[in-house]
């Protein structure tokens, strides 16, 4: 499985963006799906997931509420839905997937495939 991650830029706080992830090799309808960020200096952090099939969603919690995941069957795409953003949401930007649904969702341990991130600064 290959991702594509764009649509990252420089926006003002209070702004929205949207993220995409384009796949191939697999189709995203069967993949669990996620996207994590990465801060200088910090940790990669969960944002979001959402499961293949029932499409359940999860969020972390800082974003929660602000960040909405959704996907494209027909587009073999993954979206990262990003409202009233903050200067702290300010990372690069990674969709990532595996093949199984796992419980740890939020681990980035799970994940097999990852797209090249895809930067995202927030201006105050």
């Known amino acids: 499985v290959q991702l594509q991650a764009s649509g990252g830029g420089l926006v003002q706080a209070g702004d929205s963006l949207r993220l995409s992830c384009a796949a191939s090799?697999?189709?995203?309808?069967?993949?669990?799906m996620a996207w994590f960020r990465q801060a200088p200096g910090k940790e990669r952090e969960f944002v979001a997931a959402i499961r293949q099939t029932i499409s359940t969603r999860y969020y972390g919690d800082s974003v929660k509420g602000r960040f909405t995941i959704s996907r494209d069957n027909a587009k073999n795409a993954v979206y990262l839905q990003m409202n009233s953003l903050k200067p702290e949401d300010t990372a690069v930007y990674y969709c990532?997937?595996?093949?199984?649904?796992?419980?740890?969702?939020?681990?980035?341990?799970?994940?097999?495939?990852w797209g090249q991130g895809t930067l995202v600064t927030v201006s105050s």
């Open positions: 090799g697999a189709a995203v309808s069967s993949l669990a």
């Open positions: 990532a997937t595996r093949h199984v649904w796992n419980v740890q969702y939020y681990s980035r341990d799970q994940y097999s495939y």
